[in-house]
């Protein structure tokens, strides 16, 4: 038999029995056979369904999928919620749409998710950006702060909402109840794209007050999760959480049916609901061990020569809102980078999610354990031990740090476009966003006029084989056309 090669990489991995500390938060099959949903995945293939009688439909519930959403309304202590199989981009944009008429404003935050970016196309919507605060140490977004919210809607009263994340990709989290007290003031809409907080809201209900409150419980109006990356649902899986009267449900229904699948994945619901019924009779225990094992990892840290953890709970100095749940590594200080870091875990059966100059960022979910901590903390000392050489300066992370500060002149989105080669680049206003992946926030973004030093920074980034969306396979970006 001639084996697809997808199916090949698939199962070969899978054989390995590697640590998972990157997306999707399940971590592999263990979790659903603990809990007795081991028929589900030896009919996996049978349970692969259309629309049947009695399957329900997802954009006009009214029996087994509506019960699923109801199940998460209640977990999640909101008015509606919606389940999602095109993902928490599904939800944002439609999100978006639905609070934002077309033309209008939308004030959102500058490291958004590209999805954000995408709705600005598809509802002729114009962004007014709010920053984020530099970590300059790493040259990372941090928080959106309830004043650089009210900057935006003072300068740009006519906007219509306000979208940002939080948790960020790193685990930082904005005071979203200060920043929706704001919103509200001003009769705005507020929508999270909690895409990397899906969990926060059952770790707080087992009384794990270290952890950030949801966006939820902290009077955000519209809240999109994805269940699939911290929790137990199959990837693509998310739900959309509808948290006020703020925002029509028939509009926002609207949108949804507009942009899901019309053919939904009933294997995808199914590992929502599955998801939502471990998390109904099993969340403290989940939740408690979770807390355990990244408790253990926490306190072991500080034995390994050399590591820094960013935004750990024990560091009493740390003034930063912090998902725990996301464990940042830097190990510059004895000259291994994020790159290498990762190679070097990989070398020893652990995956990473996301490098970012000096750091790595280890993603855990409800299905680690405490074993997967001892084994990452095992690795690190192993690593210390035998890799480490002279340390040195970061040039990644100068570049990213001085371009992160800079905020580049904003123009309307362009309409006429045109591409041009990238070091052409420098001067023009960018039309089609500009994106390293992961973790998927824009670099540039369209209406931004791109620098030289931006130009640079991207050509590094290319030239060190990092994955960055928006430049062709001819090397060219695209830019608003210039009359001739």
């Known amino acids: 038999m001639n084996t697809p090669s997808i199916i090949t990489f698939l199962t070969e991995h899978a054989d390995k029995k590697t640590v998972s500390f990157h997306m999707p938060g399940h971590k592999g099959s263990a979790v659903y056979r603990r809990f007795g949903y081991d028929d589900f995945l030896q009919k996996m293939m049978d349970c692969d369904i259309t629309e049947i009688p009695g399957a329900d439909n997802l954009f006009q519930t009214e029996g087994i999928l509506k019960a699923a959403q109801e199940k998460y309304a209640e977990l999640y202590g909101v008015q509606r919620s919606y389940l999602l199989i095109n993902g928490t981009s599904c939800g944002v944009i439609a999100a978006v749409m639905a609070s934002v008429p077309k033309g209008r404003k939308l004030v959102m935050a500058r490291n958004s998710h590209k999805a954000i970016f995408n709705s600005l196309v598809l509802a002729d919507i114009q962004p007014v950006y ?170 072991e840290a500080p034995a390994v020569k050399g590591l820094k953890v960013i935004g750990s709970p024990l560091d009493a100095d740390a003034n930063i809102s912090m998902d725990i749940t996301k464990i940042n590594l830097d190990m510059s200080a004895v000259g291994i980078d994020g790159a290498r870091l990762e190679e070097l875990l990989m ?40 890799c480490s050489v002279a340390a040195a300066a970061s ?75 928006g430049i062709n396979d001819l090397g060219e970006i695209t830019v608003e056309r210039q009359l001739r």
């Open 130 to 299: 709010a920053y984020p605060e530099i970590i300059s140490e790493y040259g990372i977004s941090g928080g959106i702060t309830a004043d650089e919210i009210e900057r935006c809607l003072a300068e740009n009263p006519e906007a219509e909402a306000v979208i940002l994340p939080s948790p960020n990709y790193y685990g930082i989290c904005s005071d979203i109840r200060a920043i929706a007290e704001v919103v509200h003031r001003r009769g705005k809409v507020l929508i999270v794209d909690q895409a990397h907080g899906a969990h926060l809201k059952f770790f707080r209900n087992a009384g794990f007050t270290d952890m950030p409150e949801s966006a939820e419980e902290q009077g955000a109006d519209i809240v999109v999760n994805s269940i699939h990356k911290t929790l137990a649902s199959f990837t693509q899986s998310a739900v959309l959480n509808l948290n006020s009267d703020w925002v029509d449900h028939y509009v926002l229904e609207d949108k949804l049916q507009m942009l899901e699948s019309t053919s939904p994945s009933y294997l995808l619901m199914g590992s929502l609901d599955i998801n939502a019924a471990i998390l109904n009779e099993h969340q403290t225990t989940l939740m408690t061990e979770w807390h355990e094992s990244l408790m253990h990892f926490y306190q």
């Open 347 to 386: 070398e020893r059966g652990i995956f990473a999610e996301l490098t970012t100059g000096p750091i790595l960022m280890c993603m855990t979910g409800i299905g680690n354990t405490l074993s997967d901590s001892k084994r990452l903390i095992e690795a690190l000392k192993d690593i210390s031990a035998c």
């Open 395 to 469: 040039p990644a992370k100068t570049a990213v740090t001085a371009v992160l500060k800079e905020k580049l002149r904003l123009f309307p989105v362009p309409q006429d476009k045109e591409r041009v080669p990238l070091l052409a680049g420098a001067g023009r206003i960018c039309a089609s966003s500009i994106i390293p992946y992961p973790p998927g926030i824009p670099f540039i973004c369209p209406g931004e006029q791109l620098t030289e030093e931006v130009i640079q920074y991207i050509k590094k980034l290319r030239d060190a084989g990092e994955k960055v969306i």
